[in-house]
């Protein structure tokens, strides 16, 4: 990954194999949120094995890919608007 362009939002939903489009993120999240407090991000059930591997190396090892996995877990920790 280029450091001058770190991973954006949309590019993490690529690399997971998701839909990477604004309407398709909104889905996701919204399908999958509020993601329980005492459940990692990487050991959510909605995961693939791959995904979930992906999502625990991006944290752990590519410093690069960090905040915006963050800012995944963040947007999945939210409640939806009623």
């Known amino acids: 990954m280029d450091t001058l362009n770190p991973p954006t939002f949309s590019q993490l939903f690529a690399q997971l194999g ?39 190396e991006g944290l752990g090892a590519d410093a690069e890919w960090a905040p915006v996995i963050d800012h995944l877990n963040v947007s999945l920790r939210a409640h939806p608007e009623e």
């Open 18 to 56: 998701l839909p990477d489009d604004d309407a398709g993120i909104a889905a996701f999240i919204r399908e999958h949120a509020p993601l329980d407090s005492a459940i990692l991000l990487p050991d959510a059930p909605f995961w693939t094995p791959a995904q979930s591997r992906m999502l625990r």
